[in-house]
């Protein structure tokens, strides 16, 4: 199983910027499809982003606009550019490698990396 090692979260100011890296241990063209999911306590991991390797990207309706994500084969690297953020956008950000969009048992995930907006 592929290991996927997420970077970048931190603390940031509404309005501002991050982008949050995952590396993967294997060629991540082996997976259909890469993507970023978020979690808050007590909600369910939602999708964020979704790079398919053949395919338009797929963006929640909440980060449409402000959110791009990138999938970087070269570097076996997922990047996620963040602009504009809000205070919903707190989170914990986790990296997904599968061959759907949905998730399954045979995904692989990262360990997650805590964004916060806040002021």
């Known amino acids: 199983q592929v290991q996927l090692v997420e970077s970048g979260g931190g603390l940031v100011q509404p309005g501002g910027s991050l982008t949050l890296s995952c590396a993967a241990s294997a060629n991540i063209f082996l997976f259909n499809v890469m993507a970023w999911y978020r979690q808050t306590p007590g909600k369910q991991r939602e999708l964020v982003a979704a790079?398919?390797?053949?395919?338009?990207?797929i963006y929640a309706d909440s980060v449409k606009g402000r959110f791009t994500i990138i999938r970087d084969t070269a570097k076996n690297t997922v990047y996620l550019q963040m602009n504009s953020l809000k205070p919903e956008d707190t989170a914990v950000y986790y990296c997904?490698?599968?061959?759907?969009?949905?998730?399954?048992?045979?995904?692989?995930w990262g360990q997650g990396t805590q964004v916060t907006v806040s002021s």
């Open positions: 997904k490698a599968g061959q759907v969009v949905d998730t399954t048992p045979a995904d692989s």
């Open positions: 790079h398919p390797r053949v395919g338009s990207r």
